[in-house]
């Protein structure tokens, strides 16, 4: 089974309105956590935002959000006022305590997002 | 503040010829690892170290080799390259499980 499931492989949105872009992750961890990365068109992997498990509060990170609900085991990101300069592919990635090192991660196939002037 | 420096950027091999990639960080960072991104499939790990001379297999390590003999570098070898290691590595590093990774700007490899 994947461990980590984005279900949108492209989204289209309008500049200055929200988007949220889905993950969820399976695993038996009872402690684990979830991060997104972005990687606009010149390749690097630019760090978002970061949820653990046992973090009571929904992550917030500038115009970022994490949209954490455990039971359903999904960690969606929200980016709030969308801009032109959002438009990358983005990666949820998940580390789990009982991994090799406790600090690798499994990464998601991505979602495109394009932002629309 | 460098962070994680891959070199190179580029590299363009012939079947069976071998080469490192070299990866090195400035943060004194424990963890490294290496990763290859192919298209829609995101990143999957080679190898990774959390610690010099310690060194352990990720999801996807047949044809390579990685060594750890600092804190600071951590090159992966391929010693006979295919066509299907044809892909995007980038090396990453942190400090905790909680800690975001740091990655370096990746090296586009072609085996041709």
């Known amino acids: 089974a994947q461990k980590i499931t984005q279900t949108q492989p492209g989204m289209f949105v309008q500049e200055k309105e929200a988007v949220t872009l889905d993950c969820t992750y399976d695993t038996s961890d009872q402690s684990y956590g979830l991060f997104w990365y972005k990687q606009p068109s010149s390749g690097e992997m630019i760090f978002l935002i970061y949820?653990?498990?046992?973090?009571?509060q929904n992550a917030t990170e500038g115009r970022y959000s994490l949209n954490f609900q455990k039971a359903r085991k999904s960690a969606n990101l929200v980016i709030s006022a969308s801009q032109l300069g959002d438009s990358a592919m983005y990666f949820c990635?998940?580390?789990?305590?009982?991994?090799?090192?406790?600090?690798?991660?499994?990464f998601g196939s991505g979602t495109q997002l394009t932002v629309l002037p | 503040n460098a962070g994680v420096t891959q070199t190179p950027k580029f590299q363009v091999l012939k079947t069976g010829q071998s080469m490192t990639l070299q990866c090195a960080q400035d943060?004194?960072?424990?963890?490294m690892s290496w990763y290859r991104q192919d298209p829609g499939m995101g990143l999957r790990l080679i190898h990774y170290s959390v610690g010099a001379g310690i060194t352990d297999q990720g999801e996807v390590p047949n044809g390579y080799n990685v060594s750890r003999s600092t804190t600071e570098d951590f090159p992966l070898r391929l010693l006979s390259a295919a066509p299907s290691q044809t892909s995007v590595y980038f090396c990453a590093s942190t400090m905790g499980s909680n800690q975001p990774q740091h990655f370096g700007d990746g090296t586009r490899l072609s085996i041709l």
């Open positions: 949820q653990g498990s046992y973090d009571e």
């Open positions: 943060m004194n960072h424990e963890y």
């Open positions: 990635a998940m580390r789990e305590a009982s991994s090799g090192s406790a600090r690798q991660l499994t």
